[in-house]
Structures are given as structure tokens and as C-alpha cells.
């Protein structure tokens, strides 16, 4: 037998496997950690990227401050700490200042979970305003090119100076997170959130693609329009720590950072596997099944058809969607939940199913989380718990060939898996 470590919840998993399956590891290859990261952060602040300066601003009254809420990592130094050093030593004091948590359509963070993303210092000197995509006043800036509407958190964009920050990494659909991302979606309005995500289906909504993405090119059409006018962004390893940190303008940031993802979080494989045993990359990222499918996405592009994904995500939170579970429990099938979106329906939330769906008709997904079987069930997967892994796989093991071919990721939300074409 052999042993491997995956990451569930704030703990890890261990597993043990058949020496006589073909087993590859599959893992980012980031490099190491900056050695100074606060050093790097300072120096990118007294150097921003692209056709923009700190001194276009200087007379700017009110700064909004767009960044992530619960379900991303928080950055070992967290980068808004230097951010507003920063700002405070041009001259612009804590009232001046407003720091805007992007919910997208997230349940709203409340106020005693705050400090899981900020240091209390920072919630004791500053306002933090939680956007709430239903409730939040909203600035109407008419419509993008493909006819969606645009509708900011007013507040946000009634700033005279915007930042967005945030992690940039792989998106299973966006391409990337990052840039202007944290404020044109994490800002939005529930109909502009909707709006832009029901492009998900177009072939270029992908994990890795950038420049003909239509749901990232429409993002940075809504950071224009909402004049977000800097982005600060880092890139993380599996313990949070600071890789690289990238400041400027949102296009700039990203033109910089996107090869550099690219080279840390690209495995290409030749050929796909019988089975995957997949870890979004623990907390937060297994937070619930809504941010666990990111991982799905990354394992069910290299399993065959017929195969199988074990997706190892703990899950406290349960779903994440109460209109996800209302949808899918109401659904027939995965099938009928495709049919139904290929009809003309969509809805955030829903389309969770809709992620899940495309694959579990293809492959067999098995849920290993702390979520009660029962519950598992009534969202059309199959439950198991952490505790019987290595049950599950000594099941597994008289399914699939004595010398089948198996890929374990540990980070699967951040591995942008590939099979050679």
C-alpha cells in the first residue's frame, strides 16, 4: 500500500492505495514563498504597474476598499493591512475610508465574523460595509456589450478613489480570479451577477482562458464602467503565503500575473484517469458544496468517461445555497437539470446543479464530507464520510482495474488540470 496526505477542513485526511495502481500526484509547482512578503507589498505599493499613479488621486475625498469575504483565503501578510498604511501616509485619514466586503451572492458575512478576514484593529478604526446583492443600494450603469445590466454597489462607486483586492488563481469558469473581479461581481447586484454567470456554457468559459472569455472580458468591462481604478492582488500557496504580489491598474495586474499562474498551477496529463480522489484545497475552500465544486470541475477534466472522482471537502457549511438545495431537490435527474437549463432558465444558485450535472452524467461523484448521507442524497450524490475512506477505496479497488490509473489532488481548485490534446 501507499500513503498519501489531503487536506479536509482545517485538518488532513490520510489514505492509503494499492501498490498496484499507476498513481500520479498532481499538485501546483508555485516555487517558494517570498522570503520579506511585507517588503514586497510595500514596494508594489510605491509602484503600481500601467498608466496610473499615486498622484492622479491626492485630492480624492472618499476611498472604497472592494475585497473578499470568508470563502477565500486570507494572505499571510494580509496585503489591505499595507494598503492602508499606505494610504494613511499620503494623507488620507480612517474616515475618509470605506472597506467593502464582496458577498457576490453569498450569504452576507455578519458582523462577528469579521474578524476571520480582518484583524479587529482594522474593524475597530475603519467602516466595513457587507454587500448584500439584494439589499445594498445600487448604482444603475446601464448595460454591458452583451446587453447585460450593471448594477454597482452605490456606496462602492460613489467613491473618488476604488481599489479591488484580492487572490488571483484559476477560476473553473472565469478563467482566473482577481483584478477587478472582487468588485464588478463581488459588488454586484444579484441581476448582473446572474446575468454575466449564465454565459457559464460558452465554450471559452474555462478554467485558464483569459482574453476570449466572455464572462471574464464582460468583469473587466464592469471594472471600467464602476472606475475601479487600482488592483492589488497576490498569488498564494496552499499554506497562504505570499508567491507574488502584483499592483496597478486591474489590466496590468492581470497581464502580469496571468503567466505566472500559469506556470504555477498548469499540470497537463496524458491521458484521463478511472478514478481522481480530489481535495478543493481545505478550509476555506471546502467551506461547502458551492465552493467545493470549484474542485470537482478541476478532477472531472481528467477522468474518463464511466470513471470516478472522490471529492474530499468537509464541508461545515453545508451547501452554501439554500436555492441550490430547493432547485436540485426538486429536480429529476442531472439529466432534467440540463435539459432544463438548455431550455432558456437560469439562476444563480441553480446553476450549481447545473456545474455538478454536466459532470455526474458523465462520471461517477462521490461526496465525502461531514454533511449528513441523508442530505447528500436529496442533492443526487452519493454520501460517504472521512471516516470510511479507506473503506471506500478497498470498494473502489474491485471496480476499477488492478492497475488502473489514479491522480490525487490535494489542491484541486487551484490545479488547472489538462489532458494532452
Not at 116 to 145: F, K, T
Not at 207 to 225: A, C, F, H, S, V
Not at 310 to 335: K, Q, R, T, V
Request: proline share 8%; aromatic share 8%; charged share 20%.
Amino acid at each position: 500500500m501507499a500513503s498519501y496526505t489531503l487536506p479536509y477542513g482545517h485538518e488532513h485526511i490520510s489514505i492509503e492505495v494499492p501498490a498496484t495502481w499507476q498513481v500520479d500526484l498532481l499538485e501546483p509547482q508555485p516555487g517558494d514563498p517570498l522570503p520579506d512578503p511585507d517588503r514586497a507589498i510595500i514596494e508594489a505599493l510605491h509602484s503600481p504597474i500601467g498608466v496610473i499613479g499615486w498622484e492622479q488621486f491626492l485630492e480624492a475625498k472618499s476611498v472604497g476598499i472592494a475585497f473578499n469575504d470568508k470563502t477565500r483565503p486570507v494572505p499571510k501578510p494580509n496585503p489591505i493591512v499595507h494598503l492602508l498604511d499606505h494610504l494613511e501616509s499620503l494623507g488620507f485619514t480612517p474616515d475618509q475610508i470605506t472597506l467593502f466586503v464582496g458577498s457576490g451572492t453569498h450569504v452576507p458575512m455578519t458582523p462577528d465574523e469579521l474578524p476571520l478576514i480582518l484583524d479587529q484593529s482594522i474593524i475597530d478604526r475603519y467602516r466595513v460595509q457587507v454587500h448584500d446583492c439584494d439589499n445594498a443600494p445600487m448604482a444603475d450603469l446601464g448595460q454591458s456589450a452583451h446587453g447585460n445590466p450593471i448594477l454597482i454597489n452605490a456606496d462602492f462607486y460613489n467613491c473618488d478613489l476604488k481599489f479591488s483586492v484580492g487572490n488571483i488563481e484559476p477560476h473553473h469558469f472565469m478563467g482566473f480570479s482577481g483584478g477587478v473581479k472582487t468588485a464588478a461581481i463581488g459588488l454586484a447586484g444579484r441581476a448582473t451577477i446572474d446575468a454575466n454567470h449564465a454565459g457559464l456554457t460558452h465554450p471559452h468559459a474555462r478554467t485558464g482562458e483569459y482574453n476570449l472569455n466572455p464572462l471574464r472580458q464582460e468583469i473587466e468591462e464592469i471594472g471600467r464602467k464602476a472606475d475601479v481604478h487600482f488592483s492589488l492582488g497576490t498569488v498564494l500557496d496552499e499554506d497562504k503565503r505570499v508567491l507574488k504580489v502584483f499592483f496597478g491598474s486591474p489590466l496590468a495586474v492581470m497581464d502580469a500575473a496571468i503567466p505566472f499562474v500559469r506556470q504555477s498551477f498548469g499540470v497537463e496529463v496524458p491521458a484521463p484517469y478511472d478514478l481522481v480522489i480530489a481535495s478543493p484545497g481545505g478550509a476555506p475552500k471546502d467551506i461547502n458544496l458551492y465552493q467545493s465544486q470549484k474542485g470537482l470541475t478541476h478532477a472531472a477534466r481528467i477522468t474518463r468517461d464511466g470513471g470516478w472522482v472522490f471529492l474530499l471537502a468537509a464541508c461545515p457549511e453545508g451547501s452554501g445555497s439554500a436555492s441550490y438545495e430547493d432547485y436540485i431537490l426538486n429536480a429529476d435527474s442531472h439529466s432534467a437539470v440540463i435539459d432544463h437549463f438548455e431550455s432558456g432558465f437560469f439562476q444563480v444558485g441553480p446553476h450549481k446543479a447545473l456545474q455538478i450535472a454536466r459532470e455526474a452524467v458523465r462520471i461517477n461523484i462521490v461526496l465525502i464530507s461531514d454533511i449528513p448521507p441523508k442530505t447528500v442524497k436529496t442533492w443526487k450524490l452519493t454520501p460517504s464520510k472521512p471516516e470510511l475512506i479507506n473503506d471506500l477505496i478497498s470498494w473502489i479497488s474491485n471496480q476499477i482495474p488492478a492497475d488502473a490509473r489514479v491522480a490525487i489532488l490535494p489542491a484541486a481548485t487551484r490545479t488547472m488540470t489538462e489532458v494532452k490534446k
